[in-house]
């Protein structure tokens, strides 16, 4: 079946620091959508991408979908601790409709 | 208010117990579903509703029992549940057809703690 790899699973960084989170899906995507869920709260949809090489941008976040459509990233430039959360990527692709969640990538910044 | 409300917030249950967890969204969305969130996994979907009639099981034990009684409400049943079953439980709901891969709106969650 369809699995989403996705790295680091946690990551510190220095507010000011960049962060890039990543997911490699082990088949073709037809598009794959962003989540962010912060500490003891619920996942909130934050973008989808569907075009291969897709570029969007969302005030400090960029989102990228590969030419492939098989890889897709988040980076987030200038943390804040407002940034502070786990970032999900989910994907649909094979055909189905279900999504497949990444594992998530827990941000964690430093004053 | 994220227009899916989940209720209760929190529930600590004995393995013989029966209870059953709510949802109600109020988007007029179609689908609705059901994730189990566990500290050391990804989200697992578990049930899958479209227009009220369950599409997808994904291979979840008989003792979780969905119900979808209308397009607005999700129900889950629980019985006979173990201590591996601790996890925050999410439901969602998206707009159209799920063929549509609609973005997922989800609620806060049930936090379910198996004694």
């Known amino acids: 079946g369809q699995q989403v790899m996705q790295i680091p699973q946690y990551q510190h960084v220095q507010e000011g620091e960049d962060f890039t989170t990543y997911c490699n899906s082990s088949?073709?995507?037809?598009?794959i959508q962003w989540y962010k869920q912060r500490p003891g709260g619920h996942p909130v949809f934050l973008i989808q991408?569907?075009?291969?090489?897709e570029v969007k941008k969302q005030k400090r976040l960029t989102f990228q979908f590969g030419e492939a459509k098989k890889n897709s990233s988040l980076h987030i430039t200038a943390t804040q601790t407002t940034d502070v959360g786990t970032y999900f990527c989910a994907g649909h692709g094979g055909g189905s409709y279900i999504p497949t969640f990444g594992r998530g990538t827990s941000l964690i910044v430093h004053p | 208010e994220t227009g899916v409300t989940q209720t209760p917030r929190h529930l600590v249950m004995g393995m013989t117990n029966k209870k059953s967890l709510k949802c109600e969204q109020h988007l007029g969305h179609n689908a609705m579903y059901w994730y189990k969130q566990s500290a050391k996994k990804p989200l697992e979907l578990m049930f899958v509703y479209n227009f009220k009639e369950q599409t997808e099981n994904n291979s979840v034990p008989s003792r979780f029992s969905p119900e979808c009684p209308n397009s607005s409400h999700l129900f889950l049943h629980l019985h006979t549940l173990q201590p591996e079953d601790s996890a925050l439980y999410l439901c969602?709901?998206?707009?159209?057809?799920?063929?549509?891969?609609?973005?997922?709106?989800f609620g806060d969650g049930t936090r379910l703690s198996i004694l």
């Open positions: 991408l569907v075009k291969s090489g």
């Open positions: 969602a709901s998206s707009q159209d057809s799920i063929a549509a891969n609609q973005p997922q709106h």
């Open positions: 088949t073709t995507l037809s598009n």
